[in-house]
T-cell receptor, first 113, second 116 residues
Framework: DSGVTQTPKHLITATGQRVTLRCSPRSGDLSVYWYQQSLDQGLQFLIQYYNGEERAKGNILERFSAQQFPDLHSELNLSSLELGDSALYFC????????????FGPGTRLTVT | AQTVTQSQPEMSVQEAETVTLSCTYDTSESDYYLFWYKQPPSRQMILVIRQEAYKQQNATENRFSVNFQKAAKSFSLKISDSQLGDAAMYFCAYRSAEGGSEKLVFGKGTKLTVNP
């Protein structure tokens, strides 16, 4: 158990819908990272937050957004869902800054039908 | 942009034997970190080992060790005394230590099968 929690574990929804994925980082970790794992794209970095502020952006679609709250939990919002958004979404956390490992949550499996 | 290549989509090893998984990367940076993550059928991403680019000594964690060749931009993972529980997808990952980005750049992975 990495100490990072993600809810829900599984999500099945229809095209065009909007969903919210939630992540609670390890105690003491200030950075949260979101990654998408799909068969065709592999593991890709989406976005990073550090202590409530966006720090880095990767291959995140405009239909996706994220935020980190004062209690440091984070949410990833996916809207206008398409079949191609079906993937495993990971949240990772770290203390933040140089030299610290990222610890991954169990992931949320999103299926868009 | 940095890239990570794992040229072996699948590997297999006999229980108790040794196996080496390959990884190469491309970067113009001199300071960075390299990692191996394991993803068993449970899908959990588990950190196996990490290497700092400025360290010449290869990292070791119990049965897992790396062969880090900075000039060749190679970072292979050796698993000794393979166990059934080692069966998983293994991902090599790169992280810059320069600038603000802490994102991990992953290879496509190698599926390791351990035969009893």
């Amino acid at each position: 158990d990495s100490g990072v929690t993600q809810t829900p574990k599984h999500l099945i929804t229809a095209t065009g819908q909007r969903v919210t994925l939630r992540c609670s980082p390890r105690s003491g970790d200030l950075s949260v990272y979101w990654y998408q794992q799909s068969l065709d794209q592999g593991l890709q970095f989406l976005i990073q937050y550090y202590n409530g502020e966006e720090r880095a952006k990767g291959n995140i679609l405009e239909r996706f957004s994220a935020q980190q709250f004062p209690d440091l939990h984070s949410e990833l919002n996916l809207s206008s869902l398409e079949l191609g958004d079906s993937a495993l979404y990971f949240c990772a956390s770290s203390v933040g800054g140089r030299g610290y490992e990222q610890y991954f949550g169990p992931g949320t499996r999103l299926t868009v039908t | 942009a940095q890239t990570v290549t794992q040229s072996q989509p699948e590997m297999s090893v006999q229980e108790a034997e040794t196996v080496t998984l390959s990884c190469t990367y491309d970067t113009s940076e001199s300071d960075y970190y390299l990692f191996w993550y394991k993803q068993p059928p449970s899908r959990q991403m588990i950190l196996v080992i990490r290497q700092e680019a400025y360290k010449q000594q290869n990292a070791t964690e119990n049965r897992f060790s790396v062969n880090f060749q900075k000039a060749a931009k190679s970072f292979s993972l050796k698993i000794s005394d393979s166990q059934l529980g080692d069966a998983a997808m293994y991902f090599c990952a790169y992280r810059s230590a320069e600038g603000g980005s802490e994102k991990l750049v992953f290879g496509k992975g190698t599926k390791l099968t351990v035969n009893p």
